[in-house]
C-alpha cells in the first residue's frame, strides 16, 4: 500500500443473542487511508445490521408450519453462535413463542 491509498475492511463486530433465540449481527464497514508513515486513518465507518430466529413460522388455519432458516450464507463466526445457541429446547420454546402470538 502506498501513502494516500484507499482500502475498505468489513468485520463483524457484535453478534449477540437477544431474547434466549433472537441473533443480531452487526457488521462495520471502514474505510481507510494509508498515512505516510505507514499507518492507517479511519475516515468513514458505516454499519449493516440484521437479526436471525432459528425458524420462519406461519399459521394456516389451525396448522402452524416452522422452517428452518437458512445460515449457510452468514458468516463462519455467526454460523458458531447460531448452531450453539439454537439448541433444541431453545427451538422449541421459539416454536411455543410464535404460536402463542395471534397471527
Not at 35 to 56: C, M, V
Not at 77 to 103: G, L, M, P
Request: proline share 1%; glycine share 4%; with cysteine.
Amino acid at each position: 500500500m502506498a501513502n494516500g491509498d484507499i482500502t475498505k475492511e468489513t468485520e463483524y463486530d457484535k453478534i449477540e443473542i437477544v431474547n434466549t433465540w433472537t441473533i443480531q449481527v452487526r457488521q462495520v464497514t471502514k474505510i481507510m487511508e494509508e498515512q505516510s508513515d505507514g499507518s492507517k486513518k479511519e475516515i468513514s465507518r458505516a454499519f449493516n445490521r440484521h437479526s436471525l430466529q432459528p425458524f420462519t413460522s406461519s399459521k394456516s388455519g389451525d396448522s402452524w408450519t416452522h422452517t428452518d432458516i437458512d445460515i449457510s450464507g452468514e458468516d463462519a463466526s455467526v454460523q458458531a453462535i447460531c448452531n450453539t445457541a439454537w439448541t433444541d429446547d431453545v427451538k422449541t420454546a421459539y416454536k411455543t413463542f410464535r404460536e402463542s402470538q395471534s397471527t
